[in-house]
């Protein structure tokens, strides 16, 4: 079947000098570069290659539904375009930030009538994450009896964003942002097919690479504008930024991104690795994080992965937060910096967070057991009666002002909750535990 050509769609494969009839200035560059293959698409080797997913998945006959899992201008709509090709159905495209119930209904009808005529549709579905679950749960009779093929499209974790029932009965495959040798290739066509070489030092040119932050479709676009502005001596970094203004990074402060950068930070100090933790915190920045969620995730890490090893990485925590609060960006953002270094480098234990947890599974294990008698205060006549108090030893006129007496209730076993991995000012606190232990074990 004819391929019907889309301004929105997304990736440009190999060499297609011949693939418009159109004259090169009335069609986008981008355009002019979609692949007619799926061989030709660039960057996703592990889906089209040889021993591609979807290769071996054509050459069973066998396609299956699918979601497209990928950041912008990595091929989704292209791949999607040239499966419907391959395997001969009829291509339908919708956008979820445009489309209804009522859109759904008409294409649904429209699929079943082709089916009746021995005709099948694939409905490549644009940002299939955007729409609610009901109208997700809406593909699930027409997937299962075969009335379409469902291809969707999606920058967002499909584990968060559809619903199980349909990712049950869908293929999720991952897509790749493009490396700098994909983004190479994709220069390189877009010479070939305009017969005319960038103007770009080496180094402009892979700042424009870098510009394009894994966008094929951004990288074609930059170029397209740098042919429109025809300099006449090849452009240095400085000069191309001029004409160029650099992409925002990836990021999403409700999305995938947010979570993906904080746990890279986070790991990456509990490994004690600063320059990696300082990298992503710059990434997070970079990207318009606000200063006070990473504090926030700081003082959280502070308590949960250096806890007592150093009492002091929660002061220093507390201390950078109020510091930004104070001076604000981009004062305070070396403030939160310099606590990145400190809880990086500074000796680790969740002993403490470990300890807890133990302690709260088993406090709603063991519900409402009194305290044992002789720990209860007893102010009143009927509760010393009662035998509050009664046998309590005042641990200070104790010998080493240590009783050794149980405080867990009547009925329960004495439990080791804390235990101090014995690195930073935790070996003083093991040595101590360890002592009073003996202690308890001598005098019992």
């Known amino acids: 079947m004819a391929r019907t050509p889309s301004p929105d769609g997304d990736l440009f494969g190999e060499a297609a000098t011949a693939q418009t009839s159109a004259p090169r200035g009335a069609v986008p560059l981008a355009e002019c570069l979609r692949p007619h293959e799926l061989a030709e698409v660039i960057g996703q080797p592990h889906l089209v290659g040889p021993d591609g997913t979807l290769t071996r998945m054509l050459e069973r006959g066998s396609l299956a539904s699918l979601i497209l899992w990928g950041p912008p201008g990595v091929g989704k709509t292209t791949i999607a375009r040239l499966l419907a090709d391959r395997a001969g159905l009829v291509f339908v495209q919708i956008s979820a930030v445009f489309s209804g119930v009522a859109d759904l209904k008409r294409v649904f009808e429209e699929a079943a009538r082709r089916r009746r005529t021995g005709a099948r549709t694939l409905l490549f579905v644009d940002e299939i994450h ?52 994909a983004l190479e290739q994709l220069l390189r066509r877009a010479e070939a097919v305009t017969a005319r070489k960038l103007a770009l030092t080496d180094a402009a040119r892979a700042a424009l690479r870098a510009m394009a932050d894994g966008d094929g479709r951004a990288i074609l676009n930059m170029a397209e504008q740098l042919f429109a502005a025809n300099p006449s001596a090849p452009l240095d ?19 995938e991104e947010h979570y993906n950068l904080i746990s890279a930070l986070h790991k990456s100090m509990r490994g004690s690795d600063p320059d990696a933790a300082l990298y992503w915190y710059a990434r ?133 909750f804390y235990r101090p991995a014995g690195r930073g000012a935790e070996q003083e606190i093991k040595r101590r535990l360890l002592h009073w232990a003996k202690l308890r074990e001598d005098r019992e």
Not at 140 to 146: D, Q, R, S
Not at 237 to 255: F, G, N, S, V
Not at 323 to 335: I, K, N, T, V, W
């Open 284 to 416: 997070m920045l970079a990207g318009g994080e606000d200063p006070r969620y990473i504090a926030r995730r700081l003082t959280r890490f502070a308590v949960e992965d250096i806890g007592l090893a150093d009492p002091g990485a929660l002061t220093q925590a507390i201390a950078a937060w109020e510091a930004y609060e104070r001076l604000g960006s981009p004062e305070g953002d070396l403030a939160i910096a310099q606590l990145v270094l400190y809880l990086a480098t500074a000796p680790k234990s969740n002993a403490a967070y470990r300890a807890f947890g133990a302690a709260r599974r088993a406090a709603q294990a063991t519900g409402s057991l009194m305290p044992p008698a002789h720990i209860l205060n007893a102010p009143t006549k009927l509760m010393k009666n009662l035998g509050y108090g009664a046998g309590y030893e005042y641990d200070h006129d104790s010998e080493e002002a240590f009783s050794g007496q149980t405080y867990f209730p009547d009925g329960m076993s004495r439990e080791t």
């Open 130 to 181: 955007r729409f609610n679950r009901a109208q997700q749960d809406g593909f699930l009779p027409v997937v299962e009896e075969g009335t379409i093929t469902l291809v969707g499209a999606t920058t967002e974790n499909p584990s968060f964003e559809l619903n199980g029932a349909l990712l049950s009965r869908c293929q999720v495959l991952v897509l790749r942002r493009l490396d700098d040798d």
């Open 237 to 255: 970094e400085a000069a191309l930024a001029t004409i160029i203004a650099r992409r925002a990074a990836l990021y999403d402060r409700d999305r």
